[in-house]
């Protein structure tokens, strides 16, 4: 199933979901009557034939939707090869659990009709999961499916202009590969193949000259992968939609590569500001104790446990700083050189050696 079906599929099954939901609520505040021998112990709903079958094909609609998505991912959960992010692993859940309790409800409807007072409860539950889902996996579809800048002019001159330098080993007519639907076409070989060996994080990390992208995926195709094989059109769709998104990338690691040189910087200053504060209290100018276990209880407390300090036990400045450092360089903790070196002399005072 291409990426565009199952955007549209995971539209539909929340917007199932919701009006199912919306009727259920609606249905349930009709009156029971009196059914005896009815197959429903509570008696027989006053509810309009008409909307109580709507109610049922939106819930079909609903099952159907559930199975069809739910074979296109258990496959590929067991096929992918490296550890799942955490986003995905919240994904895969909510939709396991949207199946235990689709398939509590039909069992209460089909042969356990006295426990029809927790329907309401299922079909909440059941939309509250819908949603969760959706919202780990509809607005990133979405965005994939924008392509924005990379259809305007000048970039698709760019990428018919980089492609021209590549060397593919045979006769290759650009101008089929610089447009919307080998774009998309290239976007679903990405998603659905090169995504079941590579973690997206790791194809899309950093930018590539048109050469590089193609060296990669070309080296990809030789090797042995457990999904469908990547064909010579795929290759040459994929390495163009790479080609065409790669400014978006460059941004993106521009500005990864700029958050990272300013934390290394402040970890730098921290680290020498604390390192030359190693000199004995009697030297220091006047401490104010409260200011500094105000600073220490909120920054310190952040992360973990006060009582983690205390289990850490009484140590040397040399080791406070050193506990401070690596706060600052492995937490991120946001901590001036002023904090810190506040931080530090608390600690020596108060849990000092």
């Not at 409800?105 to 309401?120: D, V």
């Not at 040397?316 to 450092?325: A, M, S």
Request: glycine share 8%; with cysteine.
């Amino acid at each position: 199933m291409n990426t565009t079906i199952s955007m549209w599929l995971g539209i539909a099954f929340l917007v199932l979901g919701v009006l199912a939901t919306i009727l259920q609520a609606w249905l349930w505040g009709f009156p029971m009557v009196p059914d005896p021998g009815g197959p429903d112990p509570h008696g027989k709903t006053t509810a309009p034939p008409f909307w109580r079958y709507m109610h049922r094909i939106m819930g079909f609609a609903f099952v159907i939707i559930y199975v069809v998505l739910m074979v296109e991912m258990i496959p590929r959960l067991w096929e992918y090869q490296f550890e799942l992010p955490a986003r995905t692993i919240i994904h895969a859940c909510m939709g396991i659990l949207i199946g235990v309790l689709l398939c509590a409800k039909i069992s209460i409807l089909r042969w356990f009709q006295h426990f029809g007072g927790a329907l309401p409860a299922l079909g909440l539950s059941i939309l509250a999961c819908t949603i969760i889902l959706a919202t780990l996996s509809i607005p990133f579809a979405v965005r994939a499916h924008d392509f924005g800048a990379a259809l305007e002019p000048a970039n698709l001159t760019r990428v018919e202009r980089v492609l021209g330098n590549v060397d593919f080993g045979e006769e290759v007519n650009i101008r089929t590969l610089v447009n919307e639907k080998a774009f998309k076409d290239g976007l679903h070989v990405l998603t659905g193949k090169c995504a079941i060996c590579h973690d997206m994080r790791t194809i899309l990390y950093k930018p590539r000259t048109g050469k590089g992208w193609y060296s990669v995926v070309d080296r990809m195709t030789k090797k042995p992968i457990l999904g469908p094989p990547i064909t010579r059109a795929d290759t040459l769709n994929v390495t163009a939609y790479l080609i065409a998104i790669t400014p978006d990338i460059q941004g993106s690691y521009k500005q990864k590569k700029a958050t990272q040189r300013a934390q290394e910087a402040r970890v730098a200053e921290v680290k020498k500001a604390v390192t030359n504060a190693a000199k004995p209290a009697a030297e220091a100018a006047p401490f104010d104790m409260e200011k500094a276990k105000t600073l220490y209880e909120e920054k310190c407390g952040e992360c973990h446990d006060l009582d983690e300090v205390d289990a850490h036990g009484n140590d040397t400045r040399e080791g406070w700083i050193k506990v401070v450092t690596n706060m600052v360089d492995e937490q991120e903790a946001e901590l001036s050189k002023e904090d810190a070196n506040m931080i530090v002399e608390y600690l020596v005072r108060t849990k000092g050696k």
